[in-house]
């Protein structure tokens, strides 16, 4: 907010397009990754700050998945 309302905001164009796609892509997979447990209806996850760690969580908490909350989630 502080760079639009001083007229900086055009210096994005300055940052590399791969550079903003990656990022944008990465927080991406970060909310869906932390929304996963909630939209499959897993029991007892409680998500870290590790996402290789998180992964491997809900991998483990696959057998509780919830039909009902799925069919919610869609």
């Known amino acids: 907010m502080a760079l639009g309302l001083s007229r900086l905001g055009s210096l994005i164009q300055y940052i590399p397009y791969p550079v ?16 996963l447990p909630d939209f499959l ?3 007892g996850v409680e998500l870290g700050d590790s996402t290789l760690n998180n992964l491997m969580l809900i991998g483990r908490a696959l057998p509780s ?3 009902a909350e799925i069919s919610v989630g869609l």
């Open 65 to 67: 998945i919830s039909p």
């Open 20 to 35: 903003i796609l990656g990022f944008t892509a990465g927080i991406g997979v970060v909310i869906a990754l932390l929304q």
């Open 41 to 43: 209806g897993l029991a």
